[in-house]
């Protein structure tokens, strides 16, 4: 039986403890962990400049070797993007808007590009939108997202999972509009799982841990 797809999603926070789980996933020390962190969604957030360092610093403390991925400076260079991605242990999504996100993934062609490396056994992982953004589909969260951050409106999701993620179900900035999305998800007969802002949802082939 496959040990992928190998998911590390979470909502917010991230604890040492919970990074040591992702090194296991990954099946190396975090030392010799090469992890390229996607932080685009934050493009269209007002203000992301000042909390975006705070979701890098647990991997540069860890000791994981950090490397950036900025897909608008890559839309004409594909080639070169392919392989660093490729280069890779850990493919990282952050968050921000998830319908922004998937669509520059999609004009960048790097939901492919992660979608062939996730199913031969590379770990993806993401917070918030970047875990949201894993499902099959993205109908059914517009209550936590606005529309018109994104210049096409892509209702696919990445299908690594049949699941779908619902973020900061304990937060007070989001807390309401991420019960509505889990009740009109739960209405719409999507496998959810609703995570705190400290809880990680780890995939493993056939299993699935909250942590």
């Given at each position: ?204 082939g056939d299993e699935e841990k909250v942590i």
């Amino acid at each position: 039986m496959a040990d992928y797809p190998k998911l590390f999603l979470y909502s917010m926070n991230i604890s040492a403890g919970q990074l040591a789980d992702l090194s296991k996933l990954t099946g190396k020390d975090a030392r010799d962990i090469s992890i390229v962190l996607i932080e685009n969604a934050a493009d269209v957030e007002e203000g992301s400049e000042n909390w975006l360092h705070a979701f890098r610093e647990p991997f540069i403390k860890a000791g994981y070797r950090v490397t950036m991925a900025d897909l608008r400076t890559w839309v004409n260079d594909y080639e070169d993007l392919k392989a660093k991605l490729e280069a890779a242990d850990i493919i990282w999504a952050g968050g921000g808007n998830t319908y922004y996100l998937r669509w520059i993934l999609k004009t960048t062609g790097v939901d492919e590009i992660i979608r062939q490396h996730v199913n031969s056994g590379k770990v993806y992982a993401g917070w918030s939108a970047g875990a949201m953004i894993a499902a099959q589909s993205l109908i059914g969260i517009e209550a936590m997202e606005t529309r018109m951050a994104a210049p096409e409106l892509i209702r696919e999701g990445l299908a690594l999972t049949d699941l779908m993620v619902v973020p900061h179900l304990d937060n007070p900035d989001f807390e309401e509009t991420a019960k509505i999305t889990l009740e009109t998800l739960n209405d719409a007969g999507t496998r959810t799982v609703p995570l705190l802002d400290h809880q990680v949802l780890i995939i493993r082939g056939d299993e699935e841990k909250v942590i």
